[in-house]
């Protein structure tokens, strides 16, 4: 397997456009994203678990529970979410992109972010959707990327390229996501696309089962968004034969979108908003594998613990306490902590209590920006890891007038 | 039921007193508080819920395993958690007081609170006992309120007078709590004394079903904290009749105590860790109290809520998402909400969905320091109360390098 360029326009068939079509008046930047599969593709989904879902959400939902699609509309600047009219305006984006691309309606998957509860205009989308269409092209991911941003400070693509019974596929995809970020989905979008074969049922089943260790182990600042959708388009162009069962077909695909998703994780959680350090907690040692998950994610989601990672402070004593109100059923006098980054691993907590360290040592390890905790449970075979990063100045700054 | 002044010394014989014993050594501030009745009470005391327990609460458990206490030593600056020696040190601690005051040592309540996995040195502590004692007095609950906090920036305190029988009692309270505050207990200490004559096992009922409502319906930042406790000693001076089973009177008591508890909660929150604004979320028409209370806390726990509020921005779709993602079982398309505050009150949202609304009328009701965000989910007759604070650059701040 190995990295290549391109983003959602790496496998076969796929092109891709983003534009600035003015959803939101005061801001100029591309906000209506595309991509399109002129071959007809199986697609998977899986939505946020908020009661609360986006109008587009519905809609998807409804248009590929046929197990089909053939392209992808997203705006930013407006999330089409509380508003009376939601329902209506996404099966319109749908049915003006669809009668421009000359494709049905239900083949299209529809998503919106930004802000919730103010009706979302289909004038500029409506206006934007000819321009979008003809600028489609091979190479449209990185504006395509762009257009799905909201506070995002950066774009966020990944490809690879991997052989399935000898033919080389390739799957890649794009994401946003920044802020109201949390396990089981969360304010990100994620479109992948692949020219591997694989069946609808088995895309789905590989989605599903993949995002339980990725993106649901990302938080930013504990808040599962409205309209999260990670979607996946397989068009089957790369000709190898269509995975329809478990096997080892099965498993090279899982490996080639965790590698994808794994990425975007990681993305998401360096670019949470107002973050500087990327910080991923790596549990061993737990008893279930639900322990494992529950303690990594009570750690990366402690608003102590990540102000004082942005202080660069290494107060174990926060990630401990996390580790102990997680609600994880734990031996806290077997726990090890450690920190780690690209200048080095420092122990700091062996058996619950305290350990002398280099305080200088730890300052050190703790100013990069990516940090490893570790946590050893000491207590059986399960291992997990979430994502998340620092709380800073910033977050609060992009959040206390995020409307305005 | 009226207020009075006095705090945790204006019930009958009971005295308090401050002091700076030098625990931190680079802050020169109260750090050893004492509460002290002559007369043995009956105790009451709930903890965290957090499995790292600082090793004060174990100490405090067993000391009033039966029912009585006289004295209650608390110091700032070191939580006394998660040290190899911290039981043995809580111990000499009851002890050492225990001697001066030539009372027994398990009549003492020892509590600690601030930094975590540093070991607690008796030193100061001990060298602090005799002047503690010497300047105990009968106005002496601010110096006690004062040696207490941590990041706290006010001194929190209130009392009442309620009569019982015939009988004027008093019940007061001191508490400290700023960060690491959230639901089921939290960095909070809180100490109550009440000259009301009550059995020890009705002490705790009082107690026990009272935070259900109150202190655990406060988040400051979603961190519960290893410390946590809230304590109350009755001595009796009052001379009602012991209140020994349900009825009248213990309705009297417990109406008094909530209305000490609900008033430290207020003042916990709204002096939370870089807070601006006191937020209070009143949830109605609940269709059980667990949904009610659901709701309340998670919108009070959302960052993106208390960000929202520190910039004065009426994002009401924030509230909306912090329901969606609460897990409680409610009908979005029912819930009403309004800001509310003593510039008057403004409907943002109905049936789920925005309705129109002055932006500068929400402005200017949100530009205020104490909010209520008033949910109605029109599903029933239960209601909920929690409390809670603003998301400012100074949490971020305070919590960046609080060790250092």
Redesign the interface.
Known sequence: MKIIDGGVCAAKGFKANGIHCGIRKNRVKRDLALIYSETPCTAAATYT?????GAPLLVTKQNISNGYAKAIICNSGN?N????NGVEIANLTCSLLAEKLNIDANDVVVASTG?????LNIEPIKNGIPSLVEGLSDNGSEFASEAIMTTDTVKKEIAVEFIIGGKTCKIGGICKGS??I?PNMATMLVFITTDCKISAQMLQKALSSDIKETFNMVSI??????NDMVTVLANGLAGNDEIVSDGEDFKEFMKALNTVTVNLCRKIASDGEGATKLLECVVSGGKTLEIAKTVAKSVI????TK??M??A?A????V??????SGAN?D?NKIDVYFKSNKGTIAV?KN???VDFSEEKAKEILLENEIDIIVDLNDGEFNSTAWGCD???D??????????
Do not use: E
């Not at 678990?49 to 879902?53: A, D, F, S």
């Not at 600042?221 to 409205?226: E, P, R, V, W």
């Not at 989601?301 to 102590?304: A, D, E, N, R, T």
């Not at 107060?315 to 926060?318: A, E, F, L």
């Open positions: 678990t908020n009661l609360v879902k999330a979410t509380c508003n009376a802000v919730i509860g103010q009706p802020g109201m949390h600042d504990g808040d599962t968004s409205t989601c402690s608003s102590l102000a004082a942005f202080g402070d107060n174990w004593g926060r401990l306490c996390a580790i102990g109100y734990v806290i907590c619950g209590s305290g709380l800073t100045y977050y609060v700054k992009i959040n206390g007038d995020y409307r305005t």
